[in-house]
């Protein structure tokens, strides 16, 4: 049990103080400030009781220990008598409450500023992520954890300092019991660990409770995020209500353990003042029938004991509560640290000239040992256009991945203008990677933030954004709407056509003034009439950009300078589209089937 909850306690300590430093020890500082001002106060009571019970002057020596306050007071100038005990007395209780209300803005300041950090490295561990890693991540894990488990780490930060503030406070109010009574604090003791072995099933049982709770959290994310993001499917198909029922059985078992843990935490709460009770009276049977003690050391250690055990009492069920939400903290540690193992290897070499040539030498990549691309040598100039077909699974999206930086190279080397991938910032190389895909990303704000990724409104960007919709021939569109640029696009574009969402994803690559777009199957889902007119667009861009386009359809790529055909992870041919008609059967094949 103690074992136990040293380990917990430093494992915790640790990860807070990771985040916090020195913060951690103010906090402790000030509790134990609170501490010693309150055991002071209290301490006024014994030279008051000597006053109420014989109206005499106070003799220090009945003081025991605790007559270095009176003599604190005398060296003062000030006489021993009612009015200076009294004074003595606001004067700590009110110094305590000042230092409380400190301790309590700072704690809150501590807490808010530890919720935002821990925030913002997690969005930007996750930015750094690597791709290859991410793709194999639980989704559901990673938004339950930056959304719904950052609150219960707060949680678990609260209850974490309060259950140390009344551990401070115990030994305090310990400290102050010795002084007193040493045979008291023995009791105390004794009280405290007897209490603890009362309540060690409780705590194992809610830490087991927690970690299955954040386990559910994690698959009730998943499901939510596949609804969302299915739910076209699901509606057309009639499989809402058979999905739900899915749902609803991990609310099910949310609630279920929610309930579980509540019931610990209630049962630990009523049964605190019971036992607190039932120790005040076995002391005092004590130290009257047994210690034969004086009735006003009874009643110091009585009340000395009574804040102790209170206080124990609330460090126990406050550590219960922290249990409660120790899964939380258990997955966000190990979160952070998966975050950080993986992040995305980058060199420090600027990319300052402009992208001259990408060359890929004998490159081959794998996920996990089944290999993808085996060993693939391809250069590609500046402001050519290179296409890629093949067959699903061939290693199109692959290539292209590793091109802009999205995938490394497992053998072999890419090559930026003569320089290792390696070597170079992958962020230089991304920025100037324009991305299209099949499925337009579209955010649900107005058109103008969505093609200027929130740019700022000024002269300059509002006229680069006029020429990027032209390029992208969606400036008639823009007009048309009553709201033109300001129009609100709404969920994923939802009240747009695919070819206006695939317009307005093109028009925000041109807009950051890219040297490579990437088209990954960007046509594939649209129409042949709204096919056709894309395509236009594309070719009327066509030398202005390094372009590397991924297409089934082999129309869209027939002015492409080379097109490069896949099969199973190699380069099997070459060439132009006439070049290829005539030596690739494969590719024959293909403009047959598609009537070209």
Not at 115 to 130: D, G, I
Not at 319 to 332: R, T
Not at 452 to 466: A, G, V
Request: glycine share 6%; net charge neutral.
């Amino acid at each position: 049990m103690i074992k136990n909850f040293i380990k917990k306690y430093f494992e915790s300590f640790s990860f807070f103080y990771s985040y916090l430093g020195y913060k951690v020890f103010v906090i402790f500082a000030l509790n134990i400030l609170v501490g010693v001002l309150d055991g002071l106060g209290l301490t006024m009571f014994l030279p008051l009781l000597q006053l109420v019970s014989d109206s005499s002057e106070i003799d220090p020596e009945k003081l025991g220990k605790m007559a270095f306050i009176v003599e604190f007071i005398t060296d003062l100038g000030l006489p021993l008598n009612l009015g200076s005990v009294l004074l003595f007395m606001v004067i700590f209780f009110f110094g305590k409450a000042l230092t409380q209300y400190l301790a309590g803005i700072y704690r809150v300041s501590v807490r808010e500023g530890f919720v935002k950090r821990l925030r913002t490295t997690n969005v930007r561990r996750l930015s750094k992520l690597a791709y290859k890693y991410f793709v194999t991540s639980d989704v559901g894990r990673i938004q339950n954890t930056l959304t719904g488990e950052v609150d219960r780490v707060a949680a678990s930060f609260q209850t974490y300092f309060k259950t140390i503030e009344a551990f401070v406070l115990v030994v305090v109010y310990m400290a102050f019991a010795f002084s007193i009574d040493p045979e008291f604090a023995v009791l105390v003791t004794i009280g405290g660990i007897l209490t603890n072995f009362l309540y060690k099933h409780l705590y194992r049982n809610t830490r087991g409770f927690s970690r299955t709770l954040t386990g559910e959290n994690n698959i009730f994310q998943s499901l939510i995020i596949q609804n969302v993001a299915n739910y076209k499917y699901l509606k057309a198909t009639g499989s809402l209500e058979r999905y739900g029922d899915k749902l609803n059985k991990s609310i099910d078992r949310i609630q279920e353990t929610n309930t579980k843990i509540g019931r610990l935490e209630s049962l630990l709460y009523a049964g605190r003042e019971p036992i607190l009770i039932l120790v005040v009276v076995c002391v005092i049977f004590i130290q009257t029938s047994v210690l034969g003690s004086e009735l006003g050391p009874i009643l110091m250690s009585l009340l000395f004991f009574y804040r102790a055990l209170t206080y124990l009492m609330q460090m126990q069920t406050n550590w219960n509560k922290f249990l409660a939400v120790s899964g939380s903290l258990e997955n966000m540690v190990s979160f952070g640290k998966e975050l950080a193992g993986n992040k995305e290897p980058s060199g420090a070499g600027e990319l300052k000239d402009e992208i001259e040539k990408l060359e890929l030498h004998d490159i081959s990549f794998y996920y996990d040992e089944t290999p993808v691309l085996k060993k693939i040598s391809l250069t590609i100039a500046k402001n050519e256009t290179v296409a890629f077909v093949g067959e699903s699974g061939s290693g199109k999206t692959t290539i292209v991945n590793i091109v802009c930086g999205l995938l490394p190279v497992d053998k072999g080397s890419y090559l930026i203008n003569g320089n290792n991938i390696e070597d170079i910032d992958k962020s230089d190389l991304q920025k100037r990677i324009g991305y299209i895909t099949q499925d337009p990303v579209i955010f649900n704000d107005t058109l103008y933030n969505n093609v200027t990724f929130w740019s700022e409104r000024t002269k300059e960007n509002e006229e680069k954004f006029w020429k990027a919709v032209k390029q992208a021939a969606i400036v008639d569109y823009i007009k048309e709407l009553p709201e033109k640029e300001d129009a609100v696009l709404g969920n994923n574009g939802i009240n747009l056509s695919g070819g206006q969402r695939q317009r307005i994803s093109i028009a925000r690559e041109l807009f950051k003034q890219v040297e490579i777009l990437i088209l990954d199957e960007a046509t594939s889902a649209l129409d042949s009439e709204t096919e056709k007119a894309i395509q236009h667009n594309i070719d009327q861009l066509k030398g202005d950009y390094t372009m590397l386009i991924v297409a089934h359809r082999i129309s869209t790529i027939k002015n492409a300078d080379r097109i490069v055909v896949m099969k199973n992870g190699k380069i099997s041919n070459i060439g132009s589209f006439s070049n290829l008609v005539e030596e690739s059967k494969y590719f024959q094949k293909l403009v047959e089937l598609q009537e070209i």
